[in-house]
């Protein structure tokens, strides 16, 4: 599950973007249910954070309040590389 947290973040950094509202704040919220060990709910929220914006519903993910902030794109690498030393900690 990291390793594809880490391909998806990583192709968000190689195409020199910030995540948009929905991709940023889904794949965030995947990294924090990763970190948790809720892998289900993480696998899911990473695969919405791929969904293409033509196919959402709405500019935000229907389980993130209105009013929060968007991660960017270090932010995210970020999380995702602190869960990564605390995987290699043990």
Known sequence: MIERAD?????IEN???EPDRWEG???LQALV???AGRTDQAEARLA?????PIVR??????HIPVDCRE?????LR????RIMAQVAAG
Request: hydrophobic fraction near 40%; charge should be positive; glycine fraction near 0%.
């Open 48 to 52: 919405l954070a791929k969904t293409p």
């Open 7 to 11: 391909r998806f973040v990583r192709s």
């Open 15 to 17: 195409a020199r973007r």
């Open 78 to 81: 970020q999380a995702l590389d």
């Open 57 to 62: 519903v709405s500019p935000d993910p229907p």
């Open 71 to 75: 991660p960017t794109a270090a932010e």
């Open 25 to 27: 704040l889904c794949t």
């Open 33 to 35: 249910d990763i970190a």
